[in-house]
């Protein structure tokens, strides 16, 4: 199947072009102009029982996703390295729960978070949300009958997610997924 690409994504200067980097507000409005095209976001196949998405061309040569999310899913706890990111719900509602506090990038396998530090927002149709580097969150649709949809973007394209589990305030890493691993 071709990559659909929104009008949106196209009238960018393409990154080979771009002298400067893509700053998260520009991803937040590209991710937000294209959650609310009809065309990009009906171009997606959804699954009743698991997580779909396709790739987009996200400006100034970030990587962009659009994801379908079925009632009761989720990502998992996890951050996207050195990338700055923002995502934009289309449909539905999701849950982001995330940490307020910039962890380590690396040298860790265990830490205990300090209880402060967590946060929680719902992000319906038309809302969307920026971050920075090593922003370590998880998303979900908790919505028990009602699929969700979302885009997503990322400055520099993902270099890598680092995978967490949690168990009350200890965030242990569990694995490392590469690109290859998901395209």
């Given at each position: 199947?071709?990559?659909?690409?929104?009008?949106?994504a196209?009238?960018?200067?393409?990154?080979?072009?771009?002298?400067?980097?893509?700053?998260?507000?520009?991803?937040?409005?590209?991710?937000?102009?294209?959650?609310?095209?009809?065309?990009?976001?009906?171009?997606?196949?959804?699954?009743?029982?698991?997580?779909?998405?396709?790739?987009?061309?996200?400006?100034?040569?970030?990587?962009?996703?659009?994801?379908?999310?079925?009632?009761?899913?989720?990502?998992?706890?996890?951050?996207?390295?050195?990338?700055?990111?923002?995502f934009?719900?289309?449909?539905?509602?999701l849950?982001?729960?995330?940490?307020?506090?910039?962890?380590?990038s690396?040298?860790?396998r265990?830490?205990e978070?300090?209880?402060e530090?967590?946060?929680?927002?719902?992000?319906?149709?038309g809302?969307?949300?920026?971050?920075?580097?090593?922003?370590?969150?998880?998303?979900?649709?908790?919505?028990?009958?009602?699929?969700?949809?979302?885009?997503?973007?990322?400055?520099?394209p993902?270099?890598?997610?680092?995978?967490?589990?949690?168990?009350?305030?200890?965030?242990?890493?569990?694995?490392?997924?590469?690109?290859?691993?998901?395209?």
């Open positions: 199947m071709p990559t659909p690409l929104s009008t949106h196209q009238a960018h200067t393409p990154a080979h072009a771009r002298a400067v980097p893509v700053t998260a507000a520009e991803l937040l409005d590209f991710a937000l102009r294209t959650a609310a095209d009809p065309a990009v976001v009906d171009s997606l196949p959804l699954d009743p029982q698991g997580r779909t998405w396709i790739r987009l061309e996200g400006p100034g040569g970030s990587e962009a996703w659009v994801i379908g999310w079925p009632p009761g899913t989720g990502t998992g706890w996890h951050d996207h390295a050195e990338s700055q990111g923002a934009a719900t289309a449909r539905g509602r849950t982001e729960r995330s940490l307020a506090v910039r962890l380590p690396e040298g860790w265990s830490l978070l300090a209880p530090v967590d946060r929680s927002r719902s992000l319906e149709a809302r969307g949300r920026a971050f920075g580097e090593h922003h370590v969150h998880e998303v979900l649709n908790e919505s028990p009958d009602e699929h969700a949809v979302s885009v997503h973007a990322y400055y520099p993902l270099p890598l997610i680092r995978r967490f589990s949690r168990t009350g305030q200890v965030l242990t890493l569990e694995h490392v997924e590469r690109p290859e691993d998901w395209q």
